[in-house]
Structure formats: C-alpha cells, structure tokens
C-alpha cells in the first residue's frame, strides 16, 4: 500500500485506490472514480502533499488502458482482483475469458491504441 497525497487514500498492489475511513473503506479503480465516491457518501476529499497527489495522477492517468480491470504493472498486463498476468495483452485476455472472467472494453479509442501498440511489439 502505497500513500497518494490525497487525506486517506493508498494506492494497492492491483494499482487501484482505496479511501480510508474509520474500520471502512471505499475502493476504485481510478482516483477519478474514488473521488466521485467519496463525494457521494460525503466524506472529505483534500490534498495533503500537492507533489505526491500530482504524481499519484499522473500514474494514475498512465495506468489506464481502456479494458475492464486491466492494468500495467512494468511489463505485464494485469488484471485486478486475480493473479493472472502476461506480457502480451492478446495472451491476458485468453487466459481472462478462460478463467470465466468479464473482458470488455471501458474506453474503445484507448483500448484499440493499447492493442495496437501491444501487438506491433511482438510483430518484431
């Protein structure tokens, strides 16, 4: 677990965020989404460190690959709440479906770029 700069916010092993509050918590897979839960249950979203909280965002925004639950972790694609990972996104999404797991797209212009990029690196 990792501190973000945000008042009760860690980043986890999965790169999801987590907000803390008393023996609960609120989870999400983008800070975006953390806030906007935060906001609803009405909690406190502040920044206490605005050099952390800034590169916490910017982690954040480059950790976003336009598939459901899929993350970067180095070299791998990941994906959350499982320990399936592999270098190559075509090999993450089978063993996914294999798994009997849901793949589908949240972003369908990031989604087409990072397998496109993905796939170009193993034409090589």
Do not use: H, I, P
């Not at 509050?21 to 609120?26: D, H, K, Q, V």
């Not at 935060?38 to 590169?55: H, I, N």
Request: net charge positive; charged share 35%.
């Amino acid at each position: 677990m990792k501190f973000s700069g945000f008042m009760n916010v860690y980043q986890l092993d999965d790169k999801s965020w987590e907000y803390q509050f008393g023996e609960r918590s609120l989870k999400a897979n983008t800070l975006k989404e953390l806030e906007v839960l935060v906001s609803l249950y009405g909690l406190k979203w502040r920044v206490l460190d605005e050099a952390l909280a800034a590169k916490s965002l910017e982690e954040d925004k480059d950790n976003v690959t336009g598939f459901l639950n899929v993350y970067r972790d180095g070299d791998y694609w990941c994906y959350r709440g499982s320990g399936l990972k592999s270098r190559s996104l075509k090999v993450l999404k089978k063993k996914v479906l294999a798994e009997g797991l849901e793949w589908s797209e949240t972003d369908k212009d990031l989604a087409y770029k990072n397998w496109k990029l993905d796939l170009r690196k193993f034409e090589k």
